[in-house]
């Protein structure tokens, strides 16, 4: 029995279209939904990504400012950009690409983006929100990673979730995602022995390392949700995930590739969140 392909570009596209909707309504009340992009240095990757999202916002009717910035940019420069788009009406969302030159200190630069505006999630505040199970802005892989295992009617409630990696970006908050919706929450990392024996048990793998071929079918339980967020070149330079994915798709219930897997989900859920953003920021000024 071979696994089921899940198609995250699919299940990225039915989510935009659910946002055009949405924007749709706030643009007849007069609000554009807007997001801010902030850009320091000339790492390639981080252009070619800058450039997916704006893609995407220019797709869906969303405003996008892209601010640029060679290496040299001071902290301190960095810094007075993010408190003027904090306080600019039109700015819903405000994402600093990470990652950032040396001399800049990127917990700095988060703690300095109002939280109101915090799309990636990665302020305190809305870290500490997630983690006490308050609604607020989740970061936008393991919020992507949610919304697939919704769109396929994965049960996750009393399953055993293994995560594979504790950044705290991907799989840190994935555990908190996990665990507020009744999951019961395993981390494997680096210092973790004997890790296949966790994987083996696991009804959900979320493998969020960076390591090719770091699971093979002899990893997992037959029939598991294999969630594969890692993104590596394999010998031939192309794009691959942490799973030995043809492979393990062999025994897996569920599977995500890599490209084309959790990848679009992420870019979506940004947008998910500058619109939620921009409907928070409307109400509130309504209700004065
Ligand atoms: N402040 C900040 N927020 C981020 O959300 C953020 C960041 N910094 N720095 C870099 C990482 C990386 N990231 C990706 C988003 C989409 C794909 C994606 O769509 N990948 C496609 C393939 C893309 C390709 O072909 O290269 C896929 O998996 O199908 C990948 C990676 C967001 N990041």
Not at 251 to 276: E, Q
Request: aromatic share 4%; glycine share 8%.
């Amino acid at each position: 029995m071979s696994a089921s392909i899940i198609d995250g570009k699919l299940i990225a596209d039915h989510y935009r279209q659910q946002l055009k909707t949405q924007i749709q309504q706030l643009k007849e009340q007069g609000v554009v939904p807007g997001l801010a992009v902030i850009l320091v240095g000339d790492n390639h990757a981080s252009h070619s990504y800058v450039k997916m999202k704006r893609k995407a916002c220019s797709n869906l009717g969303i405003h996008s400012e892209l601010y640029l910035y060679e290496s040299t940019l001071t902290q301190e420069e960095l810094l007075g950009k993010i408190r003027e788009l904090n306080e600019q009406d039109h700015i819903h969302g405000i994402l600093v690409q990470l990652p950032l030159p040396e001399h800049i200190n990127p917990i700095t630069v988060i703690e300095t983006i109002s939280p109101s505006k915090d799309v990636d999630g990665f302020h305190p505040v809305s870290i500490g929100k997630m983690v006490t199970n308050q609604d607020t802005f989740y970061s936008c892989t393991p919020l992507g990673v949610m919304k697939m295992l919704e769109y396929e009617n994965i049960p996750v409630e009393g399953k055993h979730v293994v995560i594979l990696g504790r950044s705290n970006i991907v799989g840190k908050p994935a555990g908190h995602l996990f665990l507020n919706r009744n999951a019961t929450v395993t981390y494997c990392h680096s210092k973790t022995d004997n890790m296949s024996s966790f994987t083996q048990q696991a009804d959900i793998i979320v493998s969020a390392v960076g390591k090719a071929n770091l699971i093979g079918a002899r990893d997992i339980k037959p029939g598991a949700v294999i969630i594969d967020v890692g993104m590596n070149r394999n010998e031939d330079g192309k794009l691959c995930g942490d799973v030995n994915f043809e492979e393990v798709k062999e025994k897996a219930g569920k599977i995500t590739p890599v490209p084309g897997g959790v990848g679009p989900m992420t870019i979506t859920m940004l947008l998910y969140n500058t619109v939620k953003s921009a409907e928070w920021a409307h109400r509130n000024r309504q209700n004065g």
